[in-house]
T-cell receptor, first 115, second 115 residues
Framework: DSGVTQTPKHLITATGQRVTLRCSPRSGDLSVYWYQQSLDQGLQFLIQYYNGEERAKGNILERFSAQQFPDLHSELNLSSLELGDSALYFCASSHPGQAYTDTQYFGPGTRLTVL | AQSVTQPDIHITVSEGASLELRCNYSYGATPYLFWYVQSPGQGLQLLLKYFSGDTLVQGIKGFEAEFKRSQSSFNLRKPSVHWSDAAEYFC?????????????FGQGTRLTINP
C-alpha cells in the first residue's frame, strides 16, 4: 500500500459524459501527478500540481482538467468523453524539496470504460 | 525529446533462473532513473531508483539495477526469479528538476515465469 488513494476503482460511462476522478496523496506530500495508461499510448504524464498550483503539463487534452484543493487532494475532470478515453488513470504523489525523497508513489488507479 | 526504450516486450524465464530487463534512455543530461513493477490489476510499485552515487543500486524484492552512463542504460537484474515476480516492469526517467519530475515511461516488459 503506497498510501495514495484513488476513487472510484472502476467507472463505466457513455460517450459525451463527464466524470471526476479523485486522488488523495500520501500524508505530507505536496505534489500530485496524473498519468493515463492505455494500450496504444502506454503510460503518459498528464499534469502535475504542487501545493494547489499547476506545475507541469503533459499530453493532457483540452477536454480534461484538474485541480488540487487546499487539503491537497486532487480531482481530474474528464468531459465530452470519447471511446478512446477508456484507460487506467493513475495518481501519484511526492514530497519535493527533500533530497532523494522526491519520488512518486502511485495509487491503485481508476479504470475508466467509455461505452 | 526524452524517450525510454525497453526493447523486450515480453520475456519468459524459468523459476529460479536469472533475469535481466533492458532499458535505454535518450535524454539531454543524466536523468533520475526508476524501475516500477505493475502486477495484474494493481498500481505501480517502485522497485528502485538512481539519483547519484554508486551506479549499482539495490531495490526491493531482491532486484538491482546498474546505471551505465556510456551506454545510456539502466538494466534491471535479479539473480533468481520467483513465480511471484510475474508482472509488467516499467523503466522511467525524470528530469533533475526538484519538484517537477514528470516521469517518462518505457513501453514496459511483461515477465512470465515458467514453473
Amino acid at each position: 500500500d503506497s498510501g495514495v488513494t484513488q476513487t472510484p476503482k472502476h467507472l463505466i460511462t457513455a460517450t459525451g459524459q463527464r466524470v471526476t476522478l479523485r486522488c488523495s496523496p500520501r500524508s505530507g506530500d505536496l505534489s500530485v501527478y496524473w498519468y493515463q495508461q492505455s494500450l496504444d499510448q502506454g503510460l503518459q504524464f498528464l499534469i502535475q500540481y504542487y501545493n494547489g498550483e499547476e506545475r507541469a503539463k503533459g499530453n493532457i487534452l483540452e477536454r480534461f482538467s484538474a485541480q488540487q484543493f487546499p487539503d491537497l487532494h486532487s480531482e481530474l475532470n474528464l468531459s465530452s468523453l470519447e471511446l478512446g478515453d477508456s484507460a487506467l488513470y493513475f495518481c501519484a504523489s511526492s514530497h519535493p524539496g527533500q533530497a532523494y525523497t522526491d519520488t512518486q508513489y502511485f495509487g491503485p488507479g481508476t479504470r475508466l470504460t467509455v461505452l | 525529446a526524452q524517450s525510454v526504450t525497453q526493447p523486450d516486450i515480453h520475456i519468459t524465464v524459468s523459476e529460479g533462473a536469472s533475469l535481466e530487463l533492458r532499458c535505454n534512455y535518450s535524454y539531454g543530461a543524466t536523468p533520475y532513473l526508476f524501475w516500477y513493477v505493475q502486477s495484474p490489476g494493481q498500481g505501480l510499485q517502485l522497485l528502485l531508483k538512481y539519483f547519484s552515487g554508486d551506479t549499482l543500486v539495490q531495490g526491493i524484492k531482491g532486484f538491482e539495477a546498474e546505471f551505465k552512463r556510456s551506454q545510456s542504460s539502466f538494466n534491471l537484474r535479479k539473480p533468481s526469479v520467483h513465480w511471484s515476480d510475474a508482472a509488467e516492469y516499467f523503466c522511467a526517467v525524470a528530469p533533475r528538476i526538484q519538484g517537477a519530475q514528470k516521469l517518462v515511461f518505457g513501453q514496459g516488459t511483461r515477465l512470465t515465469i515458467n514453473p
